[in-house]
Structure formats: C-alpha cells, structure tokens
C-alpha cells in the first residue's frame, strides 16, 4: 500500500558554539571552521536532492531548520543549503511555512536578510531568558541585551519572529519569569515556546544534581510559572495552541502542529526522524533504524495522545473513529474527565489546566490503550 505523502520537512544542523549544561539533543560544540561542517552540510544538500527527485517533496507544507544552532554554520553554509532547497521544491507556494533556528549570538543583519530572501518566513529564536543572571545559570553564549537586539534585527525582515523562554530553572525567581515574559510582549513576537527545565539523564546539570551542586526542578515553581507565564500572555492576546507554545492569532507554527496531528514528515541530517504512514501502518526511522512500528490500532491509541497537546483536542468525531478500532476508548477518555484532566467542550475533548501540568499521567493512560 503507498505511503500518504509527507507534509512536513524537518532538517537537523546538530553544531552549537558550547553546548548547554541542560542539553540532550544530538548536538555538539564545534568550531564555525571546522571542515565538518562543510561536509555535513554537502551531505544534507545531496539528501534534499534525493528526496525531491524522488516527488517526496511535492506536497511539503512546512519546512523547519532546528538543531543545534543553524545560524552557527554561517551564511556562506546556509546559502548553499537554502538554495537547494529553492530548487528541489516550490518555496513559494501559498501558506508554506518556512522556519529556521537561530541563536542570538550568532544572528547579524545580513544573514536575517539574505535567509529571508532566500525563502525563509519565520524565525525562531532561542532566546531562554532576559535575565542575565539566569543566562548564566543555564551557560547561555550570549547575554541579555544581546538577545533583545538579536529580536529587532529579525523583526527588520521577519513579521513571524517566535521566541523560546525556559522556567522552572534553579535559582530563577517568579519575578524574573514574569519580565521575561512581559519582554516578549512588549518586543513585538509573535509566537513564544515555554519550556520547563527537565535535568534529562547523562547532561551536566544531571551530573551537578548528583554531585549536589545543584537542587532537582521543583514542579510546584515549574507549575506556578508556567501559570504566570499563560496568565501574562493571554492577557497580551496570546492563545495556547499547544502544550508548551503560546501565539497571537494566525501565528500558531504549522510545523509544530504537523507533530502532533498524524502528519507525515521527512527527517534529513544526523538523528532526524522520518515518519511514514499509510491507513494501516505508522512508522518512524532515524539514522536508517526503526525507531517505532504502529498498528492501525497503536496509531489511534497514538493519535488520541498527541491530540491532547492540542489546546484544541480530540472532537468527537475523532473518538467515534478512533473508538471503531478501540472500543474501550471512550471510557478512557471518561475517566480522564473524571480526575480532571480532560473536560467535554463544544463537541471535543480538551486537556485541562491540570492535564497540562500532568501531562505524563495522561500521556501514558492513552497510549496504554495499544500498548
């Protein structure tokens, strides 16, 4: 049976100048010299030929350019990059959604003009934090002030700037939280990502909170800053779309939504992940192995997960589907609204407050529907 076609690219530079003490992504620091970089990104060149030679990339709808640190590579690099993307498939079709990564270091003028040109239309800046005392604690490379003009030299080309900001950090106050955020809004972004610190195992601030330099993320502080944070941007007109992203109306990221609603999509570069799937079958490979085989049945029981990133959630209709394959869903999804972390709204079904905050729990109870 053919595959449905892809309808998302994602393109992984893995290089940073120093890597953060709270990093677990396939990342490395590397010299913005190092002749690695020159054949990696030939490699990703010669990836995306082969994939649009192949019609892969016909029905593409977003193109997303993360790592790492893209604006790392420098110009010339990315130039070359962007250009075969240019020529391997229509950058100018209506409604694509073209992002790339950048750091505020490593962002100058020309290059926010020349990757505009060349068919970039929304910038993501990993920002973190306006407090230079918590940019030091998470190791950042750049300060504050940098990262504020870092947001107005994407603004001189980019109307859809989207930044990241981090909470729930060691020694990060609620007050510092708040201005970080209430910068955002007053900078003039229009999508911000708010990411809770997770010390993930075999990082330096794993090893730091084992050798006891460091205390462990407290959820009650993670949860009243993500509280903060939601109450200061919809005030501002922001709306959550999904779990950890926030945009004023018409900014929600396609790509970001392409996850976590079934939409197949192509992984080029080192630890990429593709997904392909047809009405039978889901599966993802990174680095050539396959990582995840689904079922139709683990594709539903999948999908009624990742529906519940969703501020939108799962209609009710989408659980009559899902139901034809997993009768006992609908009882699931009851019992979910019983301990508060779902509640039945204009014909859908929604993630709390509470669902938000415990995310895991009812995660994990969907998906133990297929396991």
């Known amino acids: 049976m053919p595959h449905h076609p892809y309808k998302a690219l994602y393109i992984h530079v893995p290089f940073c100048v120093k890597r953060c003490g709270y990093c677990d992504f396939a990342t490395r620091a590397i010299d913005r010299d190092d002749p690695r970089i020159d054949a990696y990104v030939e490699q990703l060149v010669a990836d995306v030929r082969r994939y649009s030679k192949q019609g892969e990339l016909v029905d593409i709808e977003s193109v997303y350019i993360g790592g790492g640190t893209p604006s790392h590579i420098g110009l010339s690099r990315l130039s070359s990059l962007l250009y075969a993307l240019s020529v391997s498939m229509d950058l100018t079709r209506e409604g694509l959604e073209f992002t790339m990564e950048a750091n505020p270091e490593s962002l100058n003028d020309r290059m926010v003009h020349d990757i505009w040109a060349l068919g970039v239309n929304r910038l993501s800046l990993g920002v973190q934090s306006f407090d230079d005392g918590v940019l030091a604690i998470l190791g950042r490379a750049h300060d504050a002030q940098r990262a504020r003009d870092a947001v107005r030299e994407a603004q001189d080309r980019f109307e859809n700037v989207s930044i990241d900001l981090m909470c729930g950090i060691p020694g990060q106050t609620l007050e510092s939280l708040e201005a970080s955020v209430r910068e955002a809004v007053q900078l003039g972004v229009k999508h911000v990502s708010m990411y809770p610190l997770t010390i993930e195992p075999h990082t330096a601030f794993d090893k730091a909170v084992l050798r006891g330099e460091m205390p462990e993320p407290d959820d009650d502080v993670e949860a009243e800053h993500m509280e903060a944070a939601e109450r200061i941007l919809n005030d501002a007109g922001f709306k959550r779309y999904e779990v950890a992203s926030y945009a004023l109306p018409g900014f929600e990221s396609k790509h970001n939504t392409s996850y976590w609603t079934g939409v197949p999509y192509i992984g080029i570069g080192e630890s990429a992940t593709t997904m392909t799937q047809n009405d039978e079958r889901r599966m993802r490979v990174t680095n050539n192995q396959v990582v995840d085989d689904l079922d139709r049945r683990q594709m539903e029981a999948e999908d009624l997960m990742?529906?519940?990133?969703?501020?939108?959630?799962?209609?009710?209709?989408?659980?009559?589907?899902?139901?034809?394959?997993?009768?006992?869903?609908?009882?699931?999804?009851?019992?979910?609204?019983?301990?508060?972390?779902?509640?039945?709204?204009?014909?859908?079904?929604?993630?709390?407050?509470?669902?938000?905050?415990?995310?895991?729990d009812l995660y994990s109870r969907l998906l133990d529907l297929a396991p």
Not at 321 to 328: G, M, T, V
Not at 331 to 346: F, K
């Open 306 to 360: 990742l529906g519940m990133r969703m501020a939108r959630g799962i209609s009710d209709d989408r659980l009559a589907r899902a139901c034809d394959f997993i009768p006992e869903a609908a009882a699931t999804m009851q019992s979910l609204a019983e301990d508060g972390y779902v509640e039945h709204i204009n014909a859908a079904w929604r993630p709390t407050t509470q669902g938000w905050l415990c995310g895991n």
